[in-house]
T-cell receptor, first 114, second 115 residues
């Protein structure tokens, strides 16, 4: 079972460069999320999606864009990388059911902007 | 808005010691509560959950009880092991069709267990 897969695992960017962080899940979950985790901090929600074609902003969306063309994929794009975007990025997915449905996380992408 | 407050860390214990990590929350509805664990270099893994008042979640010797009257969900383990060293996150989710199970996280508590 692959679960949630993120690529790449590590990346170094120069200021002003752009890149896409990939996320795919094979659990047929309708909900997907992107978080960032800064050192010593909890996770902050960047964007989320409740299904293909539907996305919405979380707490810290500035500087990022997302798309959801399929149920499986939820890429996160940085258009003009800034040092403040140095962080570890986690993608997660979940299913909405009657009981509390947990989120399933990928292993993260460690991104440094220099 | 919703919020989660965890006890300040880091926490350092000797093997076989008793563990408590405090977590309190603020929420407008009736959230589900979770504990996630993050081992070095890995993503978060669900440790346990509780979906309504007085529910007790348990897994791998860890327990937490959903206390609505004190808005708390403290994590406990009777005898910790070196392999329990990790960062522990308390989180809540107020499930809605419009936003799924959006999680609000506490800041995390680093636990180190020494042999």
């Amino acid at each position: 079972n692959a679960g949630v897969t993120q690529t790449p695992k590590f990346r170094i960017l120069k200021i002003g460069q752009s890149m896409t962080l990939q996320c795919t899940q094979d659990m047929n979950h309708n909900y997907m999320y992107w978080y960032r985790q800064d050192p010593g901090m909890g996770l902050k929600l960047i964007y989320y999606s409740v299904g293909a074609g539907i996305t919405d902003k979380g707490e810290v969306p500035n500087g990022y864009n997302v798309s959801r063309s399929t149920t499986e994929d939820f890429p996160l794009r940085l258009e003009l990388a800034a040092p403040s975007q140095t962080s570890v990025y986690f993608c997660a997915s979940s299913y909405l059911g009657r009981d509390g449905q947990p989120q399933h996380f990928g292993d993260g992408t460690r991104l440094s902007i220099l | 808005g919703d919020s989660v407050t965890q006890m300040e860390g880091p926490v350092t214990l000797s093997e076989e010691a008793f563990l408590t990590i405090n977590c309190t929350y603020t929420a407008t509805g009736y959230p589900s509560l979770f504990w996630y664990v993050q081992y070095p270099g890995e993503g978060l893994q669900l440790l346990l959950k509780a979906t309504k008042a007085d529910d007790k979640g348990s897994n791998k010797g860890f327990e937490a009880t959903y206390r609505k009257e004190t808005t708390s969900f403290h994590l406990e383990k009777g005898s910790v092991q070196v392999s329990d060293s990790a960062v522990y996150f308390c989180a809540l989710s107020d499930q809605k069709e419009t936003s799924g199970s959006r999680l609000t996280f506490g800041e995390g508590t680093q636990l180190t267990v020494n042999p």
